[in-house]
């Protein structure tokens, strides 16, 4: 069955970086559109960003783009999320999904912004 695992998530202070990853399993994830989205406390599923098979087609949410970038390696069936000047509204459960609208998603991991 498809199986999405996301791991690296975290409490970092504002202006500090974390990566994301999440390991899939259970589909051809090479010939898959792969998502991140987040959730942050008390609001809906937010989509961040996307990336196409080859890593040709990526996209952000305006909030953070120039701060973060997702990349993928397709031999490791491994999606990544490098999140850079982390700010409190950052602060979220980060998801990997198979779809924009996460509907198909992972459990997630806590991303912390705080001092």
């Known amino acids: 069955q498809v199986q999405l695992v996301e791991s690296g998530g975290g409490l970092v202070q504002p202006g500090g970086s974390l990566r994301l990853s999440c390991a899939a399993s259970?589909?051809?994830?090479?010939?898959?559109?792969m998502y991140w989205v987040r959730q942050a406390p008390g609001k809906g599923l937010e989509w961040v960003s996307s990336?196409?098979?080859?890593?040709?087609?990526?996209d952000y949410v305006d909030s953070v783009k120039g701060r973060f970038a997702i990349s993928r390696d397709n031999a490791k069936k491994t999606l990544y999320l490098q999140m850079n000047n982390l700010k409190p509204e950052d602060t979220a459960l980060y998801y990997c999904?198979?779809?924009?609208?996460?509907?198909?998603r992972g459990q997630g991991t806590q991303v912390t912004v705080s001092s």
């Open positions: 990336i196409n098979p080859s890593s040709s087609g990526i």
């Open positions: 999904a198979r779809d924009r609208r996460g509907l198909q």
């Open positions: 259970g589909f051809g994830f090479s010939s898959f559109w």
